[in-house]
């Protein structure tokens, strides 16, 4: 995105929210786009557009957005940020424990990216294929839970996060993808 498209963007903010704006100083408004721009500057303006327009449909209180509001419109505006739910999740999960006695790694490597961190590896599962039903979903259905929930609410955060980024914190922390 460019500067240029910051200002459009920028033009339909102040037009929306005029009296947030009204006091403003042109270096006041020139600093706001700088910041919008290191911040979207990865992202189109289409993307933005569409962003921001979800944001003001939706606005209920009438304060003018932030830029994180805005991304996070456009990642609900994306079917592929979706993040499953736990419950979905988990069903994926025993469904490939109850066939990994003997074909864990083939099971494993079916499942979602989400659901083979909180697993860790095809051992796991088959360790879980081996133990007594009734324990597999009560103890590791609650375990696989709550740390899938809290995998799906950091993987929600780096969502909003722009591309380079979250390639750069990825091969930081050794992960692939």
């Known amino acids: 995105?460019?500067?240029?498209?910051?200002?459009?963007?920028?033009?339909?903010?102040?037009?929306?929210?005029?009296?947030?704006?009204?006091?403003?100083?042109?270096?006041e408004l020139d600093d706001l786009a700088k910041g919008w721009h290191l911040c979207l500057e990865e992202f189109s303006?289409?993307?933005v557009a569409l962003g921001l327009k979800s944001y003001l449909v939706n606005d209920t209180k009438g304060f003018p957005p932030v830029v994180g509001q805005v991304i996070e419109q456009m990642n609900k505006l994306n079917p592929k940020n979706e993040i499953m739910?736990?419950?979905?999740?988990?069903n994926l999960v025993y469904k490939?424990?109850?066939?990994?006695?003997?074909?864990?790694?083939?099971?494993?490597?079916?499942?979602?990216p989400l659901c083979q961190n909180v697993l860790g590896n095809a051992a796991n599962l088959r360790e879980m294929a081996l133990m007594d039903v009734n324990t597999v979903k009560?103890?590791?259905?609650?375990?696989?839970?709550?740390?899938y929930d809290?995998?799906?609410?950091?993987?929600?955060?780096?969502?909003?996060?722009?591309?380079?980024?979250?390639i750069s914190i990825r091969e930081r922390i050794g992960i692939e993808g």
């Open 1 to 27: 995105m460019t500067i240029e498209e910051v200002w459009k963007i920028i033009y339909i903010i102040k037009t929306q929210y005029p009296r947030h704006y009204e006091k403003f100083t042109e270096k």
């Open 45 to 47: 303006y289409e993307q």
């Open 138 to 147: 009560s103890v590791e259905q609650s375990h696989f839970i709550r740390q």
């Open 150 to 166: 809290a995998y799906a609410k950091r993987e929600a955060e780096n969502m909003k996060l722009p591309p380079s980024m979250r």
């Open 85 to 90: 739910g736990a419950l979905e999740a988990w």
């Open 96 to 112: 490939a424990i109850c066939n990994s006695v003997y074909h864990s790694e083939e099971e494993f490597d079916r499942l979602p």
